[in-house]
């Protein structure tokens, strides 16, 4: 049994497929016909007749595309579709929907998994042990006690560049992933949009106001209709590249990248902002300017990076992507104890990124000042 959908082949044995059904209907089950009822933009349709014992059944097979953008693009986002759209064709009023029976996956043995009574879904994972490090952000506390850099420091701040050139070094063309992650930037649940929704009332907080989170998310749909069309750059990307435990160093500097997120494939200015943003608002935080030793670190990091990448176009596209990172660290659920002028600075640096054509990374201390 083959299924053709857009640009993807699935095979599954028949006597799979019969075992599974006889699995989900209680009965034996012979396998009659299978053919394709036809596609469009977001599914394909196949028609499954099967007998169970006397009785002939007629069953869709549906397959969400994964080719043509509408954020289907990974299995995640079809498996979650499938999921729920099999929830609402269950719960909808009576006799107004077609039932849903049952979602599947295919496995790559090509052997069957039901999901339709799922509750829930975990996954397990290999535990990080002491010997896979310290989380980068004990480095950063204890350089703002120390108030200057060591030479490991410095090797440290080298790796975390050259995990990312490596990383970024692999590309593909595809225009719709490129758009998708620009306005997943904007609108996705945790990302700008989304962290501005978890904030308590901006009015309640004394450091900001409903009207300054809607300019800011105002001016990052302009920025996303500016970049969203520079798909030549799609790079394999880390997605939640930040020192909080996701980035981490073992005794012999070795680097632990982990809890890759959102997206594979994306914009590599989302790294660069998620780690770099961390060394102004280290600096923010314990001396209430953008100053040394994080400077060095901040200029160290940004040189290596375009040196050894060549990417110079990334000051084109940072911007919301700064804003989108900025306004996480200023986060009032996250770091409470964080001073009302301080988060100023750092709303300072959004607004007036956002409306420079071009980010330079030696401005930043005037970026922090409003104008």
Same mark, same amino acid.
């Given at each position: 049994m083959k299924f053709e959908v857009g640009s993807?082949?699935?095979?599954?044995?028949?006597?799979?497929?019969?075992?599974?059904?006889?699995?989900?209907? %209680?009965? #034996?089950?012979?396998?009659?016909?299978?053919?394709?009822?036809?596609?469009?933009?977001?599914?394909?349709?196949?028609?499954?007749?099967?007998?169970?014992?006397?009785?002939?059944?007629?069953?869709?097979?549906?397959?969400?595309?994964?080719?043509? %953008?509408?954020?289907?693009?990974y299995l995640g986002d079809r498996a979650s579709l499938l999921i729920l759209q099999h929830r609402l064709f269950n719960i909808a009023p009576r006799g107004t929907s077609s039932?849903?029976? !049952?979602?599947?996956?295919?496995?790559?043995?090509?052997?069957?998994?039901?999901?339709?009574?799922?509750?829930?879904?975990?996954?397990?994972?290999?535990?990080?042990? !002491?010997?896979?490090?310290?989380?980068? #952000?004990?480095?950063?506390?204890n350089i703002a006690r120390r108030g200057e850099l060591t030479d490991m420091d410095r090797e440290?701040?080298?790796?975390?560049?050259?995990?990312?050139?490596?990383?970024?070094?692999?590309?593909?063309?595809?225009?719709?992933?490129?758009?998708?992650?620009?306005?997943?930037?904007?609108g996705h649940g945790e990302m700008l949009m989304g962290v501005v929704d978890t904030y308590p009332d901006p009015e309640t907080l004394g450091f900001t106001s409903r009207w300054e989170m809607a300019e800011i998310?105002?001016?990052?749909?302009?920025?996303?209709?500016r970049i969203k069309y520079l798909g030549h750059r799609l790079s394999r990307i880390h997605g939640d590249y930040h020192p909080f435990g996701n980035i981490r160093f073992r005794e012999d500097n070795t680097l632990v990248a982990t809890d890759q997120a959102r997206e594979e494939w994306g914009e590599p200015a989302d790294d660069v902002a998620g780690l770099t943003i961390n060394y102004i608002f280290f600096s923010i935080w314990h001396y209430g300017e953008f100053r040394q030793p994080f400077q060095e670190l901040y200029e160290t990091f940004m040189d290596r990076y375009v040196d050894r990448t060549g990417d110079k176009e990334l000051f084109k596209v940072i911007a919301p992507f700064y804003a989108f990172r900025g306004l996480v660290v200023i986060h009032p659920l996250y770091y409470p104890e964080m001073?009302?002028?301080?988060?100023?600075k750092i709303l300072n640096f959004i607004h007036n990124v956002l409306e420079r054509e071009q980010f330079n990374p030696r401005d930043v201390k005037s970026y922090l000042v409003r104008r």
């Open positions: 993807l082949t699935l095979q599954v044995d028949d006597r799979e497929m019969e075992g599974y059904l006889s699995s989900l209907f %209680g009965g #034996s089950a012979r396998i009659k016909s299978f053919s394709k009822i036809g596609e469009g933009f977001h599914n394909a349709g196949f028609l499954l007749v099967f007998r169970i014992g006397d009785v002939e059944k007629h069953v869709v097979l549906r397959v969400v595309r994964g080719d043509t %953008g509408w954020g289907h693009d039932r849903s029976i !049952d979602v599947a996956c295919v496995r790559k043995d090509g052997s069957l998994v039901s999901l339709g009574n799922a509750l829930e879904f975990f996954s397990l994972v290999e535990e990080l042990r !002491d010997a896979d490090g310290k989380p980068y #952000s004990e480095d950063l506390f440290r701040c080298a790796a975390v560049v050259d995990y990312l050139v490596n990383l970024h070094s692999e590309k593909i063309r595809n225009d719709v992933l490129y758009k998708r992650h620009i306005r997943d930037l904007i998310e105002q001016k990052a749909v302009v920025w996303r209709n001073e009302a002028d301080k988060r100023r």
